[in-house]
């Protein structure tokens, strides 16, 4: 089945930044609706940032609205997640997403549309 990747997560300090990559095994990007998730301690996983299969379309929680970037490049069928001026309670598990629908706004931020889902990397921001 589809397997999606996701590396350069690490320790870092508040303030630090980092990019998050995720590699699909199969031509997804591009083709498939493509977000970011996460799950910090305690936490419910939580919608960060997508962009949408038709357009390239990117869309962020507010929590990450000016500070993060999602990107996509098609033809290494990877997306990226730029995380910029991090804070501590930006500390959970990352994950990718991808999911064959072009959904709407609302919607996007339902992890239950998903199809796919990589294992995730850890992202701990330390103050």
């Known amino acids: 089945q589809v397997q999606l990747e996701e590396s350069g997560g690490g320790l870092v300090q508040a303030g630090d930044s980092l990019r998050l990559s995720c590699a699909a095994s199969e031509r997804l990007v591009g083709v498939y609706t493509m977000s970011w998730f996460r799950q910090g301690p305690g936490k419910e996983r939580e919608f960060v940032a997508g962009t949408r299969r038709s357009g390239g379309s990117t869309y962020y929680a507010s929590s990450v609205k000016g500070r993060f970037t999602v990107s996509r490049d098609n033809a290494k069928n990877t997306v990226y997640l730029q995380m910029n001026s991090l804070k501590p309670e930006d500390t959970a598990v990352y994950f990718c997403?991808?999911?064959?629908?072009?959904?709407?706004?609302?919607?996007?931020?339902?992890?239950?549309?998903?199809?796919?889902w990589g294992q995730g990397t850890q992202v701990t921001v330390s103050s």
């Open positions: 997403a991808a999911t064959k629908m072009n959904p709407a706004l609302s919607a996007l931020y339902s992890d239950s549309i998903y199809d796919f």
